[in-house]
């Protein structure tokens, strides 16, 4: 089974801060990684699909990288809005496993 | 609006069945995949189940198989979680959520969630 490993766990970030999650998997997934936002309290959120597809609706100021088994979500200036937990997730085959998750926090 | 609602959840007994729903409005859902995924409680996002458009295709995550089922009734635009020998670390929070369109890929990523249902299995 193709795991999948985020880093860092936690992330401590000032609004304003250019911030770089990344996500790596034990094999080759090609280009099909998601992204997703998550709130306390509420369901996921879709923010990538395929690597780095914006969903319709996110604010441009996230943007996702990578192919194979390294990729990254960056957000060019933390909002308020941003401080959440975010996970990315491999959908190359039926298995849709997901991160462990990286929490972004204040600063 | 395009809306996904689970019920069903509760309080089980281990070794108990409860059988989880979730109604869809907004959009052809005889035209998408549909999955469950769950969340223990402080813990991570865990993919469980998907189902295609015409339940020619299952699939479970494999620590799953054998307990759990997923089916769908395309007629109500609802879907069906059908847990079975529950285990304390079944108690999570599941969700269902659509399969963003498959029509020139065979997986995709999950575009709309529903609020989630709460399982909670204890003694």
């Known amino acids: 089974d193709i795991q999948m490993t985020q880093s860092p766990s936690t992330l401590s970030a000032s609004v304003g801060d250019r911030v770089t999650i990344t996500c790596r998997a034990s094999q080759s997934i090609s280009s099909w990684l998601a992204w997703y936002q998550q709130k306390p309290g509420k369901a996921p959120k879709l923010l990538i699909y395929r690597a780095s597809s914006l969903e319709s609706g996110v604010p441009s100021r996230f943007s996702g990288s990578g192919s194979g088994t390294e990729f990254t979500l960056t957000i060019s200036s933390l909002q308020p809005d941003d401080f959440a937990t975010y996970y990315c997730q491999k959908y190359d085959t039926y298995s849709k496993t997901f991160g462990q998750g990286t929490k972004v926090e204040i600063k | 609006d395009v809306q996904l609602v689970e019920s069903g959840g509760g309080l089980v007994k281990p070794g108990g069945s409860l059988r989880l729903s979730c109604t869809v409005s907004g959009f052809i859902f005889s035209d998408y995949t549909m999955n469950w995924v769950r969340q223990a409680p402080g813990k991570g996002l865990e993919w469980v189940a998907s189902?295609?458009?015409?339940?020619?295709?299952?699939y479970y995550e494999d620590s799953l198989k054998g307990r759990f089922t997923v089916s769908r009734d395309n007629a109500k635009h609802s879907l069906f979680l059908q847990m079975n020998s529950l285990k304390a670390e079944d108690t999570a929070v599941y969700y269902c959520?659509?399969?963003?369109?498959?029509?020139?890929?065979?997986?995709?990523?999950?575009?709309?969630w529903g609020q989630g249902t709460m399982v909670t299995v204890s003694s």
């Open positions: 959520a659509r399969e963003r369109d498959t029509t020139l890929v065979i997986y995709n990523a999950l575009d709309i």
């Open positions: 189902i295609s458009s015409r339940s020619n295709y299952i």
